[in-house]
């Protein structure tokens, strides 16, 4: 009886081996690198929280580095065996504080959100980025992609104006030469306002290239760009 027990324990560890490397070993195609207009995010039924470091700067902040495949699909939690480890990336947290804020409420540091980035999004590409490395290529595509400038160097203002969704996209395309997809949300008045901008990134996580395909979803012609 023990030693079926036993064999039975060794099956379930052979097992629990087995679908950590199959989560590990999944591939994708590219990144979407996500930033987020915080005015957007904030001016919502859900409203927001600004972090316990204080009000963030009127820019736009980092969501996330997020592999996709060529077919839409995307994978996410790849390896339960690697949760975030704020420690790995303690030469990081002034800049992620600074350019990857969290919005939510209750306010808090920001460790819940990076932890989730990584948690879903991180461990697919572990196979090609640790975890420093993940969070430090997002960084610093930030620090290469300044959109808020793009924007208004295009007279694209965050003024509570309204813009037309092409002319938005063509500022960003004219500077980065590649396409980007436009994410828009709906304020209290049920106006559609820009609220995310996706460009997409090759598997090293720093070279960007014109998206294979984009997420479902679109905004009016014109939309809003809230104030913050």
Not at 95 to 120: I, V, Y
Request: proline share 6%; glycine share 6%; with cysteine.
């Amino acid at each position: 009886m023990a030693m079926k027990s036993n064999t039975t324990v060794l099956i379930k560890l052979l097992l629990l081996q087995y679908l950590s490397l199959f989560f590990v070993a999944q591939g994708f195609d590219f990144f979407y690198f996500v930033q987020q207009w915080p005015g957007s995010y904030c001016d919502t039924d859900q409203s927001c929280c600004y972090p316990t470091t204080g009000k963030p700067a009127s820019d736009f902040g980092i969501h996330g580095l997020w592999p996709n495949n060529n077919d839409g699909s995307y994978p996410s939690n790849c390896d339960p065996s690697n949760p975030f480890d704020q420690s790995k990336i303690s030469d990081l947290v002034s800049r992620m504080q600074q350019n990857w804020p969290t919005l939510a409420c209750p306010s808090n540091s920001g460790t819940t959100f990076w932890s989730h980035e990584w948690d879903k999004h991180g461990t697919c590409s572990e196979s090609i980025l640790d975890q420093h490395s993940y969070f430090k290529s997002a960084l610093d595509l930030k620090e290469n992609l300044d959109l808020l400038q793009i924007l208004q160097s295009a007279g694209i203002q965050p003024d509570g104006g309204s813009y037309s969704l092409s002319s938005i996209k063509n500022a960003i395309k004219s500077a980065i030469g590649s396409t980007p997809w436009i994410e828009c949300n709906t304020d209290n008045s049920g106006n559609s306002q820009l609220y995310q901008i996706y460009i997409c990134v090759d598997t090293s996580g720093s070279n960007i290239i014109e998206c294979p395909v984009t997420p479902t979803g679109k905004c009016s012609s014109n939309i809003q760009f809230p104030s913050f």
